[in-house]
C-alpha cells in the first residue's frame, strides 16, 4: 500500500499517522520527490481500512499495490484447491454437474427429479429448501422439511446435495447436507459467512446481485480467515441495465477469478439468464472458460413450479444438453464427475 501526502501536510500529522500504522505493526518507507513525498507501506496490509486513512489530515491519496483478498489468493497458493464432495472432487480439473429444482416442493417431485437428473449425467443433487424471495407472499420453502426430503432423494439416488442456507440459526438441519449454498441474496451476510466459516463443509457462494469480483474474493476470506478453507465460487450473473436476460452472465469472471484465486469456480447459467432457450450456450461457454461445475435448474415439470418456472429445464431438455456437455468435454478431455 502507498500513501500520497499533501503537499502541505504538517509535520505533527505524519507523525501522528506514522504512530497509527505502528500500532498495526506496518513498516514505513518514506520517499521524497520532487513534487510529491509518499510513504510505502511494508508489511500486512489487509487489516487496514484505506477510506480510514483518508481521515488524517496529511493524506493525499491511498492506492492498494497488494490485493486484500489474502486466503483465497492464488499469489499465496499457486495450486488449484481440490475439494472432496461424497465419492468426488471438484476442482481436480473434472467437470460436476449440479441439477434439480429450484424448490423442493413435495417428495414426489424432488425424487421424480432427481432420478430424471442422475439417469441423464447428473453429479449432483440441488434443492432450495429456503428459499430467499422477493416477495414475502411467494413460496418461502418447505424449510426442514425439504432438507429431510433432499435426504431421501440423496437416499434413492445417491447424489451429493446442494441446498442453500438463509440464516446461521439454521445451521444445525444442515448436518448431512453435502454442500451449503450462499445465496447471491446473503453473500455480504458476514455473520452468517463467519459461521459457516467455522464448520467444515463445502461452501458453494454466490456472487451478489451487485457485486464486483474483489468483494466476492473478499466474501470467501470471511469464511475462509475463520478456518473453513472448502469453499467454491460461483458466478451466477449480475445485474445490468439489460431487460432481455434476467441478468447478466459474466462469463469472463470465470477465467479471471482462476486467475486471482486457487478455489473452485462453479456458473449457474440458470439465474444468469432466466430463459431455458440460453442453457445450452451458456453452460458449453462456462466449460470452454473453464468453470469446474455447472448448476443447473431441473423440474420434473417447470409449469407447475412454485418458483423460478420460467428458467427451469424439463428432464429432456437435460437430457439434451447433457449430450452436448459430453460432447465438448471430450473435446477438452475432461471427464464429468
Ligand atoms: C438458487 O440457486 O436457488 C438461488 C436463489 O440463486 P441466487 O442466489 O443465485 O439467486
Ligand atoms: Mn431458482
Given at each position: 500500500?502507498?500513501?500520497?501526502?499533501?503537499?502541505?501536510?504538517?509535520?505533527?500529522?505524519?507523525?501522528?499517522?506514522?504512530?497509527?500504522?505502528?500500532?498495526?505493526?506496518?513498516?514505513?518507507?518514506?520517499?521524497?520527490?520532487i513534487n510529491q513525498n509518499i510513504i510505502g507501506l511494508i508489511g500486512d496490509t489487509s487489516c487496514i481500512d484505506m477510506d480510514n486513512l483518508y481521515a488524517q489530515d496529511c493524506v493525499e491519496s491511498v492506492k492498494r499495490v497488494q490485493e486484500p483478498?489474502?486466503?483465497?489468493?492464488?499469489?499465496?497458493?499457486?495450486?488449484?484447491?481440490?475439494?472432496?464432495?461424497?465419492?468426488?472432487?471438484?476442482?481436480?480439473?473434472?467437470?460436476?454437474?449440479?441439477?434439480?429444482?429450484?424448490?423442493?416442493?413435495?417428495?414426489?417431485?424432488?425424487?421424480?427429479?432427481?432420478?430424471?437428473?442422475?439417469q441423464a449425467g447428473a453429479t449432483m443433487l440441488r434443492g432450495g429448501a429456503f428459499k430467499p424471495r422477493t416477495s414475502p407472499y411467494s413460496f418461502q420453502g418447505l424449510k426442514d422439511e425439504g432438507i429431510?426430503?433432499?435426504?431421501?432423494?440423496?437416499?434413492?439416488?445417491?447424489?451429493?446435495?446442494?441446498?442453500?442456507?438463509?440464516?446461521?440459526?439454521?445451521?444445525?438441519?444442515?448436518?448431512?447436507?453435502?454442500?451449503?449454498?450462499?445465496?447471491?441474496?446473503?453473500?455480504?451476510?458476514?455473520?452468517?459467512?463467519?459461521?459457516?466459516?467455522?464448520?467444515?463443509?463445502?461452501?458453494?457462494?454466490?456472487?451478489?446481485?451487485?457485486?464486483?469480483?474483489?468483494?466476492?474474493?473478499?466474501?470467501?476470506?470471511?469464511?475462509?480467515?475463520?478456518?473453513?478453507?472448502?469453499?467454491?465460487?460461483?458466478?451466477?450473473?449480475?445485474?445490468?441495465?439489460?431487460?432481455?436476460?434476467?441478468?447478466?452472465?459474466?462469463?469472463?469472471?470465470?477465467?479471471?477469478?482462476?486467475?486471482?484465486?486457487?478455489?473452485p469456480i462453479c456458473a449457474d447459467p440458470s439465474h444468469a439468464t432466466g430463459k431455458t432457450s440460453l442453457i445450452e450456450s451458456m453452460s458449453l461457454a462456462a466449460i470452454a472458460a473453464g468453470t469446474d461445475a455447472l448448476e443447473i435448474e431441473v423440474h420434473n415439470d417447470p409449469r407447475s413450479a412454485l418458483s423460478d418456472g420460467g428458467q427451469q429445464l424439463t428432464p429432456a431438455m437435460f437430457s439434451d444438453i447433457m449430450e452436448k456437455i459430453r460432447g465438448l468435454c471430450n473435446y477438452f478431455g475432461r471427464k464429468i464427475g
Open positions: 500500500m502507498i500513501i500520497i501526502l499533501k503537499n502541505n501536510a504538517k509535520e505533527k500529522s505524519i507523525v501522528k499517522l506514522e504512530e497509527l500504522l505502528q500500532a498495526k505493526h506496518i513498516k514505513t518507507n518514506h520517499i521524497q520527490g483478498y489474502k486466503n483465497s489468493n492464488r499469489k499465496f497458493h499457486p495450486d488449484n484447491t481440490v475439494i472432496s464432495i461424497g465419492n468426488t472432487k471438484i476442482g481436480d480439473g473434472s467437470l460436476q454437474i449440479i441439477a434439480g429444482p429450484c424448490s423442493v416442493e413435495s417428495e414426489e417431485q424432488i425424487i421424480t427429479t432427481a432420478i430424471a437428473c442422475k429431510k426430503l433432499l435426504l431421501k432423494a440423496k437416499a434413492e439416488t445417491g447424489l451429493p446435495i446442494v441446498t442453500e442456507i438463509m440464516s446461521q440459526s439454521d445451521i444445525d438441519l444442515f448436518t448431512d447436507v453435502d454442500v451449503i449454498q450462499v445465496g447471491a441474496r446473503n453473500m455480504q451476510n458476514f455473520e452468517l459467512l463467519k459461521s459457516l466459516g467455522r464448520c467444515n463443509k463445502p461452501i458453494l457462494l454466490k456472487r451478489g446481485l451487485a457485486n464486483t469480483l474483489e468483494e466476492l474474493l473478499m466474501s470467501a476470506e470471511y469464511i475462509m480467515s475463520e478456518g473453513n478453507m472448502n469453499v467454491i465460487l460461483c458466478e451466477r450473473g449480475i445485474r445490468t441495465f439489460e431487460t432481455m436476460t434476467r441478468n447478466t452472465f459474466d462469463v469472463s469472471a470465470i477465467p479471471l477469478l482462476k486467475e486471482k484465486s486457487h478455489l
